[in-house]
T-cell receptor
């Protein structure tokens, strides 16, 4: 199947700093990528839909100024958590959708963010 | 509103069969997905159903009834490594994925 790579897989940062997470589709072009966060023992929560060459569409309740998303190319989307706080500590997962009838979704490995 | 329901947790024995149910109420339907997620890892794709009936893939099978808004994931010959959460997700009329909360499956020897 298609491969989506996410980096870094885990990061620890100090409160007030910014952290960038990259999501790459390695063997296909992804015009659309999705960013999720997942708290322990909970399901995925869609944060935003990232479309190549245009502004991301954020879900209700997600601060666009805090979670900056850039989808500059067909194979790369980035999520920057700005001025991170301990409550931002979570598991962040990206996914990319392939073309075709099923529009199958492939996930990156996830990035675990811990804000001290 | 849109809603996906699946049991929170299930327990089964190694070597046995388990069925995880998923019912949905969504604005439109463009396919149903099942994903497996091990703790601390990202979900991995298991199956996709868009037409009624059973799709078999090795030890895993997925069934869909669109008229009933119902699907199940059937796991046979359970192995300890099948212990994971199983997420049901439906693509609605806007092609947005609506996620269930997941079913945690515990396999006992």
């Amino acid at each position: 199947g298609a491969v989506v790579s996410q980096h870094p897989s885990w990061v620890i940062c100090k409160s007030g700093t910014s952290v960038k997470i990259e999501c790459r589709s390695l063997d296909f072009q992804a015009t659309t990528m999705f960013w999720y966060r997942q708290f322990p023992k909970q399901s995925l929560m869609l944060m935003a839909t990232s479309n190549e060459g245009s502004k991301a569409t954020y879900e209700q309740g997600v601060e666009k100024d805090k979670f900056l998303i850039n989808h500059a190319s067909l194979t790369l989307s980035t999520l920057t958590v700005t001025s991170a706080h301990p409550e931002d500590s979570s598991f962040y997962i990206c996914s990319a959708v392939t073309s075709g009838e099923s529009g199958e979704l492939f996930f990156g490995e996830g990035s675990r963010l811990t804000v001290l | 509103g849109q809603n996906i329901d699946q049991p929170t947790e299930m327990t089964a024995t190694e070597g046995a069969i388990v069925q995880i149910n998923c019912t949905y109420q969504t604005s439109g339907f463009n396919g149903l997905f099942w994903y497996q997620q091990h703790a601390g890892e990202a979900p991995t794709f298991l199956s996709y159903n868009v037409l009624d009936g059973l799709e078999e893939k090795g030890r895993f099978s997925s069934f869909l009834s669109r008229s009933k808004g119902y699907s199940y994931l059937l796991l046979k010959e359970l192995q300890m490594k099948d212990s994971a959460s199983y997420l049901c997700a439906v693509k609605d009329s806007n092609y947005q994925l609506i996620w269930g909360a997941g079913t945690k499956l515990i396999i006992k020897p």
